[in-house]
Every structure is written in structure tokens, then in C-alpha cells.
């Protein structure tokens, strides 16, 4: 994932929004990404916003895209112990965006 | 219900002895991706097919192969298993047009000693 860089650990309070961030190197990344895994499961998309806009809400979830710094981020708001796992940025790439590129993921943490 | 399957779940193997892990999928989906997941190095595309017979190479592609004889099948083969291919693989799926959904295995655990 040397091309998308996520921070390791996020410890959040229950009921605090939490923030996760990501930087991407690709300029012509198609779309963006944000993928969910809670342990022992493959992964699952929660989210993706195309390359051309700046935010997207989807309920409980705020994508923002700043395409100028490359960077992206996901804010889960009213975080519940539920939202306990691993989360991945990906990017697209490729002239007909076939490659997915992730980073190494940000581990979500909850607290009472 | 619509899903991807992987078989086995968990493998224990020697070095050098071959191997394959089945991907399947009933939606239908035109492009299919195998992934290996390292920790630290979240996930990374070993390879992928756009549709039948048309494979290409993600980033990590040396000691595997891959086959897409069928729309809905895509397996893995290891020719000669090595220690560093200690890993957790997935297989994904996802329809040509809308390839940001990609749909995820289970997944498999990989031991080779």
C-alpha cells in the first residue's frame, strides 16, 4: 500500500464522531474508496465517492475528498462499539481503473 | 444469495507443493481480483481478470497464477509454495461497469512451512 498511507490506530469515545484519514499519491484515481473488515470477515464496502466531488453523506457516514492535497477522509459520527474494525482507503487506478490500490488500514477502537 | 465463495478457508502446505484456492461467484460479475492481506501492509491485488480468458498482473503477482476459463470461477494456483507466501488471500468480484463495488470472499489462510 506504498501508494496510499493510512495512520495504524484510532481510539474513539462511544458516541464521539471519529475521523479516519487517508493520503493518495494518484492524481488520476478514478474513484476512492472506504472498506470495512471486522475480524474473521472479508472486507466491505461502506462508501466510495468518484474522483470529482468534494463530499458525500451517506447517514452516518461524511466522505470528504480534497483533491488538491489528496487527501480523503471518512467521519463515522455518533460511533457505536458496532463500528469496532479494521478500515481500508483504496484508490483506482489504471487507464480503465482495473487496479485497486489499498492501504494498510486503520484500526478502529471503541470506548466506553 | 448473491456471494463469493473460497475454498479451502484455511490450508496448511509444505514448500514446493502445489496448490489451489477456488474463487466463485454467482452475480454474474465480469471482473474478478485476488488479493493477499499482510499485516501492515493492508491489502495488496496479486491479479485480475476483466472477463473470461483476459487475466493481467496486479502488484504482486510472482509465484501465482491464474486462470478464468469461466465467468464465474477464478482460481489461485501456487506452483511451488514458499514460506513468504504465508498469507490471508481474498477473492473479489464486482460487474464491469460498476467495479467500484466489489464484492469480498471469505477469505483464506495460507500456511506454507
Known amino acids: 500500500g506504498e501508494d496510499v498511507e493510512q495512520s495504524l490506530f484510532l481510539s474513539v469515545r462511544e458516541g464521539d464522531s471519529s475521523v479516519i484519514n487517508c493520503t493518495y499519491t494518484d492524481s488520476s484515481s478514478t474513484y476512492l474508496y472506504w472498506y470495512k473488515q471486522e475480524p474473521g470477515a472479508g472486507l466491505q464496502l461502506l462508501t466510495y465517492?468518484?474522483?470529482?466531488?468534494d463530499m458525500k453523506q451517506d447517514q452516518r457516514l461524511t466522505v470528504l475528498l480534497n483533491k488538491k492535497d489528496k487527501h480523503l477522509s471518512l467521519r463515522i459520527a455518533d460511533t457505536q462499539t458496532g463500528d469496532s474494525a479494521i478500515y481500508f482507503c483504496?484508490?483506482?487506478?489504471?487507464?480503465?481503473?482495473?487496479?485497486?490500490?489499498f492501504g494498510s488500514g486503520t484500526r478502529l477502537s471503541i470506548r466506553p | 444469495e448473491a456471494q463469493v465463495t473460497q475454498n479451502p478457508r484455511y490450508l496448511i502446505t509444505v514448500t514446493g507443493k502445489k496448490l489451489t484456492v477456488t474463487c466463485s461467484q454467482n452475480?454474474?460479475?465480469?471482473?474478478m481480483s485476488w488479493y493477499r492481506q499482510d499485516p501492515g501492509l493492508g491489502l495488496r491485488q496479486i491479479y485480475y481478470s476483466m472477463n473470461v480468458e483476459v487475466t493481467d498482473k496486479g502488484d504482486v503477482p510472482e509465484g501465482y497464477k491464474v486462470s478464468r476459463k469461466e465467468k464465474r470461477n477464478f482460481p489461485l494456483i501456487l506452483e511451488s509454495p514458499s514460506p513468504n507466501q504465508t498469507s490471508l488471500y481474498f477473492c473479489a468480484s464486482s460487474l464491469s461497469q460498476s467495479r467500484y463495488e466489489q464484492y469480498f470472499g471469505p477469505g483464506t489462510r495460507l500456511t506454507v512451512t
Open positions: 465517492i468518484f474522483s470529482n466531488m
Open positions: 452475480m454474474n460479475h465480469e471482473y
Open positions: 483504496a484508490e483506482s487506478k489504471g487507464s480503465s481503473a482495473s487496479k485497486i490500490i
